[in-house]
């Protein structure tokens, strides 16, 4: 059975950083596709980041490309998502998830998604 769980996040003032960590169990995370998404309040679920199955050939969305840094480590099984120079806009519910294929950048290839944490930005 496929079991993603994210930790990490938690309330940061503008300009803070958070480092989220997501435990993958069932499956080697080195052998799939994963990827990070995000959903704000009153808004839609919103791909963030994937990267490739055996590679670490990483996509970003645009707005995040120079604050947010994807890392995967396979021997501890486990993605993590370094948030810097965080925005009241990236405020949301943050989770991993497993993508059906490499390159991924929506949200309509994105699967398995694990029941996500929580970052808060404000002042």
């Known amino acids: 059975e496929v079991r993603l769980v994210e930790s990490g996040g938690d309330w940061v003032q503008p300009g803070g950083s958070l480092t989220l960590s997501c435990t993958a169990s069932?499956?080697?995370?080195?052998?799939?596709?994963m990827a990070w998404v995000r959903q704000g309040p009153g808004k839609g679920l919103e791909w963030l980041t994937t990267?490739?199955?055996?590679?670490?050939?990483?996509r970003y969305k645009p707005s995040v490309r120079d604050r947010f840094t994807l890392s995967r480590d396979n021997d501890k099984n486990t993605l993590y998502l370094q948030l810097n120079y965080l925005k009241p806009e990236d405020t949301g519910m943050y989770y991993c998830?497993?993508?059906?294929?490499?390159?991924?950048?929506?949200?309509?290839?994105?699967?398995?998604r694990g029941p996500g944490t929580q970052v808060t930005v404000s002042s």
């Open positions: 998830a497993t993508a059906r294929f490499d390159f991924c950048i929506e949200i309509s290839c994105v699967e398995n």
């Open positions: 069932g499956f080697s995370t080195g052998n799939v596709a």
């Open positions: 990267i490739n199955a055996g590679t670490d050939v990483i």
